[in-house]
């Protein structure tokens, strides 16, 4: 964003005296207050650096993201190293406490759908 120096009596943060101001080209909203045209040229430069940094980190964001949605892989967990237990079958042939053999097949079932069993 293009900034511009003004010569305009103004008061900075805290509260002191100043000469110059920067401003946005095309506006006339102070954003900063300063004694000399020096300092004011200082502070001008530190704000292109800063949009320099932004627009670098910027691009290299979003380069990273396209990596890994383009190198992106499917994987049954939310770790690629992640993997399921097998289940035995036997254990769902025994007779359990609080479950029916009806449920106990469903269950199998469903296991086998998902290739856990």
């Given at each position: 964003?293009?900034?511009?120096?003004?010569?305009?009596?103004?008061?900075?943060?805290?509260?002191?005296?100043?000469?110059?101001?920067?401003?946005?080209?095309?506006?006339?909203k102070?954003?900063s207050?300063?004694?000399?045209?020096?300092?004011?040229?200082?502070?001008?430069?530190?704000k292109?650096?800063h949009?320099?940094?932004?627009?670098?980190?910027?691009?290299?964001l979003?380069?990273l993201?396209?990596?890994?949605i383009?190198?992106?892989?499917?994987?049954?967990?939310?770790?690629?190293?992640?993997?399921?237990?097998?289940f035995?079958?036997?254990?769902?042939?025994?007779?359990?406490?609080?479950?029916?053999?009806?449920?106990r097949?469903t269950?199998?079932?469903?296991l086998?759908?998902?290739?856990?069993?």
């Amino acid at each position: 964003m293009p900034y511009q120096i003004k010569k305009r009596k103004c008061k900075d943060s805290k509260n002191k005296k100043g000469n110059y101001i920067i401003t946005k080209k095309n506006s006339n909203k102070k954003i900063s207050c300063h004694k000399n045209i020096n300092k004011a040229k200082q502070a001008m430069k530190a704000k292109y650096v800063h949009e320099d940094i932004d627009v670098t980190i910027r691009s290299v964001l979003i380069k990273l993201l396209y990596e890994s949605i383009k190198n992106k892989k499917s994987f049954k967990g939310s770790h690629p190293n992640e993997s399921y237990h097998k289940f035995d079958e036997f254990w769902f042939d025994l007779e359990g406490l609080t479950t029916s053999k009806e449920n106990r097949q469903t269950i199998k079932n469903y296991l086998k759908q998902m290739k856990l069993i």
